[in-house]
């Protein structure tokens, strides 16, 4: 199915300050709690300690390295990490240098919104609806390629099952000949603004053009009901973004995240 016709938020403010209340509204949703503070909010799960998402420092004033970092030190005390993610635009970039220049891991994410046509179709009839269990064997799996810990990907998985109840996520995926799903991806919406998630094909079924056809199925899916504003995040760094600017995503603005165990 093309994704042709609808209307889709050009690039600007507007569409990035409705993207990060959006993504901050099902934060607090998903959390145990979310905290406002004068420079932004502190994000608490200590049911959930290992996961970074849902255990972080959020600022949008343009602080200064020092700053943060005794600010987290404040507000994440006790914690077993240091998180902070970054929403100001003008401030990241500099601060990008100077947490990795001081050891932090440093994690650039790029929103990107629904603004252009898809360079060709997708063959969108292979997307179904999937069930919450077989999702999470699949997002089980996709955690388990990273180094992490029992206790680590248990959480994860948890984490996964309680975001996706909270936010009332619609499921999809692709399965395989024998019915197995092997790919997966999340429509997350609330009337106007919607958000495309956790798009995953397991290694044996990749290069089939899965991921294309999830992506494409659930923006379409937003569009038909109405959202305006359709948007996808992704690692700047990383090669999905290419192919969700290929499907007709732009990017909108970016979410810096700094780590220190």
Request: aromatic share 8%; net charge negative.
């Amino acid at each position: 199915m093309a994704m042709t016709g609808g209307s889709a938020a050009p690039p600007g403010v507007d569409s990035l300050a409705r993207v990060l209340a959006f993504v901050r509204a099902n934060l607090a949703k998903t959390a145990d709690e979310m905290r406002a503070i004068e420079p932004g909010w502190v994000v608490s799960t200590p049911s959930l300690p290992f996961v970074w998402a849902v255990n972080h420092l959020r600022v949008t004033l343009p602080l200064t390295f020092q700053a943060l970092v005794e600010l987290a030190d404040e507000q994440l005390a006790g914690s077993r990490y240091l998180q902070i993610g970054i929403e100001n635009q003008a401030a990241g970039p500099d601060l990008e240098e100077k947490f990795a220049a001081a050891g932090w891991k440093t994690e650039r994410e790029v929103y990107m919104v629904l603004a252009a046509e898809p360079d060709r179709e997708a063959d969108t009839s292979v997307v179904v609806d999937a069930g919450e269990d077989e999702m999470l064997e699949v997002m089980k799996r996709w955690h388990g390629e990273d180094e992490l810990s029992a206790t680590g990907l248990a959480q994860l998985v948890d984490y996964t099952r309680r975001e996706t109840r909270a936010c009332e996520d619609r499921l999809l995926g692709v399965r395989s000949s024998d019915g197995r799903l092997v790919a997966i991806g999340k429509l997350r919406a609330d009337g106007s603004t919607a958000q495309v998630e956790d798009v995953y094909t397991v290694p044996e079924a990749r290069g089939q053009g899965f991921a294309r056809a999830l992506v494409s199925r659930a923006a379409g899916l937003a569009r038909d009901a109405g959202h305006d504003l359709i948007f996808i995040s992704a690692d700047d760094n990383d090669w999905p973004k290419q192919l969700y600017a290929q499907v007709g995503f732009r990017p909108l603005g970016r979410l810096w995240q700094f780590h220190h165990d």
